[in-house]
Nanobody, 128 residues
């Protein structure tokens, strides 16, 4: 099994930007669907964004981050990025990168049970 590896978390102030990276070391990376989730002690693991390219190029965002976050991928480098702008304290969480070798579309991409490959997470802390 391939384990995604996240990086880029840190401590920032409200309004700042941060860019997370996720490397999924698979030769067939372009077939993978990749998503970002975030976790806080008080909330269920929340869908942030996803990208899939095998059957069609589709990108989805959670409503809480729509318009502020942007997900992109560079298949040649097996990397997915999450650009986070206008960060708010409520964005504070452990961010996880998840992937599976397949395609998803619509609300199904939001289901964490779909993903069998998970990173260890990277902590993002946004201060007021």
């Amino acid at each position: 099994q391939v384990q995604p590896v996240e990086s880029g978390g840190g401590l920032v102030q409200a309004g700042d930007s941060l860019r997370l990276s996720c490397v999924v070391s698979a030769r067939t990376f372009s077939r993978f669907s990749v998503a970002w989730f975030r976790q806080t002690p008080r909330k269920e693991r929340e869908f942030v964004a996803s990208t899939t390219t095998r059957a069609a190029s589709l990108i989805y965002y959670g409503e809480a981050v729509q318009g502020r976050f942007t997900v992109s991928r560079v298949n040649s480098n097996s990397t997915v990025f999450l650009q986070m702008n206008s960060l708010k304290p409520e964005d504070t969480a452990v961010y996880y990168c998840a992937a599976f070798d397949g395609f998803c579309s619509g609300v199904g991409c939001r289901d964490r049970r779909l993903y069998n490959l998970w990173g260890q997470g990277t902590l993002v802390t946004v201060s007021s």
